[in-house]
């Protein structure tokens, strides 16, 4: 019961207590969710096509592991190549030079305009466009001369269609980034006397950052998927390409899709980790809301300084203090 | 004319601009300024937007190229060497080091939002004067406390009110020891309670002898403060003069317009 005469009761109002409100809807929806799902994985453990024997023998498959250790592996190396290319594509697009911006466009206009797997079997076709390879000055003088056809570069021929696909994605997601960051930023540090390398170094990249890791984050959880395709080269060492290979023999495809679809799952949930602390770094500053460093700071200084008015909320000093 | 009669011109002036022209593509927005701000003293410049006040001062660092016409900063050609009657392009490096001892303030702060104010003050020492991080920390918690914000070192520019950004932006020009302040309305994009702060930061520079050179709207400040106040309308310095004087008896009917739609 509250006092009906506020002017009867000095200093502070109590703390309020109000019956929450009701959400009968999330519990309805939670009650047939619950009973579709127990439907399902009903279904899935008696169902025989599922032979969940045969997914337990292959799920720790040494080929199996293998397959996951190539996918990493393809993931990882092509996301390098295509990072270092998009920067560079990134700064090509911004420079003022038409040349490079002209070169930059028609970059990501054939790139972007084709889909990838086209792009791998034209990889895989390398060797056959292109016999061989010749170092030197052109028409002049060759000093060596690889045979590329007696070369067996699947792998690599994988992580380069891949890769040089990427960029062009990778471009435009740098472009963003550092177009996001505001002009007066630059201007602020150029008038400090900083060069332009360190401009972009300590004032627009790391601001870029925060706009390019979500997005490149996306595009490598991507990737890993994307490297099922190397089948097109081909490639079938990878996760996807080892899983239909033990299925072509055993005729038991569904149980092995499981299996590959355990590890990207797995591999997927550990990088989503990972971009999680990652974009969290690149937030510093973003937000008002204070750091656990600085609330910290503050209760120890509101603990020292007790004793006065027993009145203000800790809260009251986040925009306050104004002439502290 | 008695545009600076304060002070003997014994020495050369921080800042002598001769005619200076700046176009961005067909548009003149500096007709031939000429203008002289003597070593100690604070100029304030005023006139409606457009009047290409805030373009003058971002020629003097050099943030915009000038057409025509010579800037000096403490007798030093800005922007390029001359050499035989010939004028050649300043590289990048001799550029930054002609900024790095001009001060800027900004009508939005443009503080580095990533960056804790103490961060914002110590980096261009540690990065451009390559102080040593002591040095620089040292230097910063000093200035901090002149600007009346040695508590929030460490909050990001984002929890500060405008007023305060603006103090940590002086701070930040501060640190780098410059003999020179450019202020780009230092006030206008604050509430109304918060401008005083800012004034007063700016009043105390002023008083410690700081070369200022003061675009704004605030003609309290103007009134009391400047050495020498310049009107400026239509790319060209209308009038200029002693700031009382001017606002009190305005020679130029341009001048005499603006002022009365100021008050």
């Known amino acids: 019961m509250t006092s009906p005469n506020p002017d009867t009761v000095a200093g502070e109002p109590e703390p309020i207590k109000a019956v929450p409100l009701r959400h009968p809807g999330q519990w309805v929806a939670a009650a047939i969710i619950i009973v579709l799902a127990a439907l399902f994985v009903y279904g899935a453990a008696t169902n025989e096509a599922y032979a969940w024997g045969t997914y337990g023998r292959y799920l720790f498959d040494q080929r199996v592991m293998s397959g996951v250790g190539y996918t990493l592996a393809l993931t ?3 996301m390098v190549i295509a990072i270092v290319l998009g920067v560079v594509l990134a700064v090509m697009r911004l420079s003022p030079n038409p040349v490079l911006r002209g070169t930059a466009w028609v970059y990501l206009w054939v790139f972007r305009g084709t ?6 079997v034209f990889w895989g076709l390398f060797p056959a466009i292109y016999k061989k390879i010749d170092l030197g000055i052109p028409f002049v003088h060759q000093f060596a001369h690889i045979d590329i056809q007696t070369l067996n570069a699947a792998f690599l021929f994988a992580v380069i269609g891949l890769g040089l696909n990427e ?3 990778m471009a435009e997601i740098v472009r963003a980034g550092v177009s996001s960051v505001g002009e007066g930023q630059v ?7 900083m060069s332009w390398s360190q401009t972009m170094r300590r004032t627009v990249l790391p601001q870029a950052m925060r706009v390019i890791i979500p997005p490149t984050g996306n595009e490598l959880i991507s990737m890993l998927k994307t490297t099922s395709l190397v089948a097109a080269v081909p490639l079938t060492l990878d996760l996807y390409g080892r899983v239909r290979d033990i299925s072509g023999v055993n005729f038991e495809p569904i149980p092995l899709l499981m299996v590959a679809s355990t590890w990207y799952l797995i591999v997927t949930s550990i990088l989503m980790v990972g971009q999680f602390y990652l974009e969290r770094y690149y937030a510093k500053g973003a937000t008002r809301a204070l750091t656990a ?4 700071a503050m209760a120890a200084e509101d603990a020292t300084d007790a004793g006065g008015a027993a009145g203000g909320p800790g809260a009251g000093r986040t925009t306050g203090g104004e002439n502290a | 004319m008695t545009s600076s009669a304060a002070t003997p011109a014994a020495e050369t002036p921080m800042v002598l601009a001769d005619r200076v022209c ?8 500096l007709k031939g300024i000429s203008l002289e701000v003597p070593r100690g003293t604070v100029t304030c410049l005023i006139g409606p937007s457009g009047s290409g006040k805030s373009t003058f001062l971002r020629c003097i660092n050099h943030l915009e190229v000038v057409n025509a016409g010579r800037l000096y900063v403490d007798g030093d050609l800005i922007g390029y060497r001359e050499r035989n009657g010939k004028l050649y392009e300043l590289s990048p490096k001799d550029a930054a080091a002609q900024r790095r001892d001009i001060g800027m303030v900004f009508q ?13 003050v110590i980096e261009a020492p540690i990065l451009v004067k390559k102080k040593s991080r002591a040095e620089a920390v040292e230097r910063a918690e000093y200035l901090l406390d002149r600007v009346g914000l040695a508590n929030r070192a460490d909050a990001y520019p984002a929890q500060l009110s405008g007023g305060q950004q603006q103090r940590v932006a002086i701070a930040r020009a501060l640190a780098m020891d410059p003999k020179l302040m450019l202020f780009d309305e230092p006030t206008s994009a604050l509430d109304p309670e918060l401008v005083g702060d800012v004034l007063k930061v700016m009043r105390e520079l002023a008083a410690s002898g700081m070369t200022m050179m003061v675009v704004t709207h605030e003609m309290g400040f103007a009134r009391e403060v400047a050495d020498q106040l310049v009107f400026m309308d ?15 008896d305005p020679r130029e009917e341009r001048t005499r317009s603006f002022l009365s739609k100021l008050l």
Do not use: I, W
């Open chain 2, 108 to 120: 939005h702060f443009n503080l580095f939002p990533h960056r804790t104010v103490l961060e914002n």
């Open chain 1, 293 to 296: 460093r600085q609330l910290k």
């Open chain 1, 187 to 193: 201007e602020a540090s150029v008038a400090l006397g």
């Open chain 2, 234 to 248: 239509g790319g060209v310095v209308v009038e200029k003069g002693d700031p009382r004087e001017l606002l009190a």
């Open chain 1, 167 to 169: 960029a062009a994605y």
């Open chain 1, 76 to 78: 990882v190396l092509s």
């Open chain 2, 22 to 29: 700046k176009s961005f593509g067909s548009v003149q927005v």
């Open chain 1, 115 to 120: 889909p990838v797997y086209v792009q791998l």
